[in-house]
């Protein structure tokens, strides 16, 4: 059975940094493409990074030049470093995984939560 577990959320201050941490097990690690979203309370899901099985990274406008997106298909683990965050950042934020093949073969974690504020 499938389990993506995201862990390393809390609060910070705004400027302050974080780095989120998902781990898989029983997946293909290596075969699939994989994403960070996050959605404020109240709120549209919006994407903000991927990766993918050849390592290339891009962004979503609002988090370019603050967050790194990283993965280790050895500990099959996907990171979200968080630098220089700010209050528009809270929300909960999940993992996705994508079949590089089979695109509509899809895997969601449960989600956590970043808080960034005063």
């Known amino acids: 059975q499938v389990q993506l577990v995201e862990s390393g959320g809390g609060s910070v201050r705004p400027g302050g940094s974080l780095k989120l941490s998902c781990a898989a097990s029983?997946?293909?690690?290596?075969?699939?493409?994989i994403d960070w979203y996050r959605q404020p309370s109240g709120q549209q899901r919006e994407w903000v990074a991927r990766?993918?099985?050849?390592?290339?990274?891009s962004y979503a406008d609002s988090v370019k030049g603050r967050f790194t997106i990283s993965r280790d298909n050895d500990k099959l683990t996907v990171y979200l470093q968080m630098d220089t965050l700010k209050p528009e950042d809270t929300a909960e934020y999940y993992c996705?995984?994508?079949?590089?093949?089979?695109?509509?073969?899809?895997?969601w974690g449960k989600g956590i939560l970043v808080t960034v504020s005063s």
């Open positions: 990766i993918t099985t050849g390592g290339s990274t």
């Open positions: 996705h995984f994508v079949h590089t093949v089979f695109s509509g073969v899809e895997e």
């Open positions: 029983g997946i293909p690690f290596s075969r699939y493409s």
